[in-house]
């Protein structure tokens, strides 16, 4: 009948079907970060764990998703958007500091923003990791944007004449390497070191390949009368 509206289309509860759907797919995607990233892990977690988790049935969860893969794919990227983020929040803030205290907020910045959930340290150093050639790939491409991005930062500082002028393509590449490999191995117990410690070795990575002195420290409060 013309103008009728399906149930699926209507409101229900006082919701569209819209937002039934955006509600079940988040209930989807927290279920699969609890799982992938705290619980049990990706490869030993079965579907329907995730639809229990997640207080939905398997024929919802196939209209969100083909397959468990899927979700873990939209998580690695959501994550690795959580950490992006942070870091363009911040550059504004310190395009006016020297290239050493700029380099290091932006990296402390980037950290902050990928390990503030364990899930999501979970999930982008571990848990992508050898699922398949797809999500090889998926990572590959987000490591090149964040090689690209360090890349970009250290041309302008060189074009300004902050660092010495050269090609930094191999330089960010080896760092990003070097975030991503340590990353995992303390996010599995591989590395006997405190967070703060590994962000702090990463910076003075970082800061060396660039040819720029670490920032002093913060200078301590003044003592109150």
Do not use: K
Not at 28 to 49: C, K, N, S, V
Not at 51 to 60: D, H, I, P
Not at 75 to 85: I, M, P, R, W
């Amino acid at each position: 009948m013309a103008g009728r509206i399906t149930p699926a289309a209507g409101r229900y509860g006082g919701r569209s079907a819209a937002e039934r759907q955006a509600e079940r797919r988040r209930r989807f995607l927290e279920a699969g970060l609890d799982l992938f990233g705290a619980g049990p892990g990706y490869r030993a977690t079965r579907l329907t764990d995730v639809c229990r988790a997640a207080g939905l049935s398997t024929r919802q969860f196939y209209e969100e998703f083909r397959t468990l893969e899927d979700l873990l794919a939209e998580l690695h990227l959501y994550v690795n958007d959580v950490a992006e983020q942070a870091v363009l929040a911040v550059l504004p803030q310190v395009r006016h500091l020297d290239p050493a205290d700029r380099y290091a907020r932006l990296f402390r910045a980037y950290a902050a923003g990928a390990t503030g959930d364990p899930r999501h340290t979970r999930i982008a150093y571990v848990e992508i990791i050898g699922v398949s050639p797809r999500l090889d790939r998926q990572r590959l491409d987000r490591r090149a944007r964040w090689i690209d991005f360090l890349y970009e930062q250290a041309q302008d500082a060189a074009a300004r004449g902050e660092i010495p002028a050269r090609d930094y393509r191999v330089t960010a590449t080896a760092f990003i390497g070097a975030v991503n490999g340590l990353m995992h191995d303390w996010a599995v117990g591989w590395v006997d070191a405190t967070l703060d410690e590994v962000v702090e070795e990463l910076v003075q990575i970082l800061l060396s390949r660039l040819h720029l002195a670490p920032p002093p420290p913060a200078a301590p409060p003044a003592p109150t009368r």
